[in-house]
């Protein structure tokens, strides 16, 4: 999706607010939010696919005027109520009620495994990673051409780096596709390699010099560059 | 960017609005997801504590640092490290969500890495923790990607010349990229402990050198 998002090489953002010391969370909604995001995730309600593209249709506004974890509220609620999870109409009612009375406080809860269960998932992780049977069609050193294309949904090919050449540096195990996961529409796996586009491949004339991005990037990214 | 808007309707969705939430409005916004699903057996403060502990107390640089820092001591292991970074870190206890599969890229003398996630905040939690916001925010994604060398300098102080090729990781897929950062030099007579707290972050993310 050619969305807010996908903002590499945007200009006029201003200066970059580089802070050494900072709390991990500024306040406590924030904090709640993350433990949701790891809680709702880890029980499989989403996927991290889903996940990232609720995210990418916020809108510009939005996206680029509110605090970072409230593009997690916005695709967690969505999510929610995009896999039934919660209804819309439940989830106004409780708004409303929250909101007029900030004090409320939360219902207890027996936790039953559920908090064992993710302090287990931290370490674990979740690995991405599906065996197929073909072989990898690139090998490494090939010059590739990414695609020139421009899904209405998920895809984790930036803007910057589409209908550019570049070279295949490594070769990763095939991942759950993004493209498709995102959407319900299968894992679709797919080898990953890592390509290495030059600076002035990207920016020609506007590069610096001696600079080089590399991108992770799904075999149906690519084609052979002859 | 600060658009605030006043005529805020609480009964969309988040992802609906057009312009952020008054702030004042979060928390309770936040609250009610937490009351729905405790509700409905999915959530439990057991569990927000749990995690957030996790974040909070146990998962930070300081172990990216250990691992650096062994790296630095154990020739060995800075191969192993180069070569499969997570089970590397893995002999180290060191791994998990959102760096199950680890790559530490080397600093030498002629090339400097730097890591970003242009299309969102990929960072690899097990060896860095949670982000800070300077990476997470929209002007470090779009900038470092397309003029590091002039983001290195302004921003973060570090002067490259131009003969020293700087490569920009942009972590599109589930790898998770981190730096292996050059020993600086006169720590020759650290031990390992000693060189565990030269290792910042920034050096790591590649901001640093």
Known sequence: ?226 | MNARNNDYDPSALVIDQIYPIPADKLPARTKALEELLIGHGLLTQEAIDRVTAAYEQEISPLLGAQVVAHAWSDPTFKEALLSDATEACRSLGIGGLQGEYMVAVENTATVHNVVVCTLCSCYPWPVLGLPPKWYKYPEYRAQIVMHPRLVLKQTFGLDLPPSVEIRVWDSSSEIRYFVLPQRPSGTEDLSESELIPLVRRELMIGVAR
């Open chain 1, 1 to 226: 999706m050619n969305g807010i998002h996908d903002i590499g090489g945007f200009q006029g953002l201003g200066a970059i607010d580089y802070v050494a010391d900072e709390p991990i969370f500024d306040e406590d909604w924030e904090r709640q939010v993350f433990a949701l995001h790891v809680a709702m995730s880890g029980q499989g309600i989403y996927n991290i696919d889903q996940f990232r593209h609720g995210i990418e249709r916020m809108h510009p506004i939005h996206y680029l005027g509110s605090p970072y974890y409230e593009h997690w509220l916005a695709t967690i609620e969505d999510n929610l109520v995009r896999s039934g999870t919660l209804t819309k109409s439940e989830l106004n009612e409780m708004v409303q009620r929250f909101e007029s009375d900030p004090d409320l406080g939360l219902s207890s809860s027996d936790d039953s495994g559920l908090a064992q269960s993710l302090a287990d998932l931290i370490p674990r992780g979740g690995w991405t990673d599906e065996a197929i049977s073909e072989q990898p069609l690139f090998k490494l050193d090939d010059r590739v051409k990414t695609r020139n294309f421009h899904p209405t949904g998920h895809t984790r090919l930036p803007r910057y780096a589409r209908a550019k050449s570049g070279v295949i540096k490594a070769i990763y195990p095939s991942l759950v596709l993004p493209d498709t996961n995102a959407d319900n529409q299968g894992t679709n796996p797919a080898y990953v390699y890592n390509v290495e586009f030059s600076g002035l491949e990207l920016w020609g004339d506007s590069a610096e010099s001696n600079t080089l991005v590399r991108l992770d990037l799904w075999q149906g990214y690519l084609l052979l560059d002859a």
